[in-house]
């Protein structure tokens, strides 16, 4: 699998502050990953904490909020990891699905998914 940066837009749930950000596409993490300060200044609080497993194989326990993520002109509510700050942006498989896209790793872009599951 490729890994390649896609840009989106990540706002409050009212709509009424965001951000565009490059985010890297990684279809392996289950959520996407914005740096808390970020998400801190889009007004966009935690509302649980979950386990995660890292890369590394490591666990870590990280808050979770829900924000605004645009995509290619579509918007869903979706949920967001506070990130440590400084690190990249990762946009996860849920955002992806959520908006019913898919990652072609080999023309690094974002295409409409070609089968949705009910």
Do not use: H
Not at 21 to 29: F, L, S
Not at 45 to 70: H, I, N, Y
């Amino acid at each position: 699998m490729g890994v390649f940066d896609w840009s989106i837009r990540v706002s409050s749930s009212d709509g009424a502050s965001s951000v565009d950000i490059d985010a890297i596409v990684d279809t392996g993490a289950t959520y996407t990953a914005v740096p808390a300060g970020i998400l801190e200044q889009l007004g966009i609080a935690p509302k649980r904490r979950l386990t995660f497993e890292l890369a590394d194989g490591r666990c870590q326990v990280m808050d979770v909020g829900s924000a605004r993520v645009t995509i290619n002109g579509a918007t869903e509510m979706t949920p967001v990891v506070f990130g440590a700050n400084g690190t990249d942006t990762l946009l996860g498989a849920v955002t992806l699905q959520q908006l019913a896209l898919a990652a072609d790793s080999s023309m690094e872009r974002l295409v409409p998914a070609a089968k949705l599951r009910y």
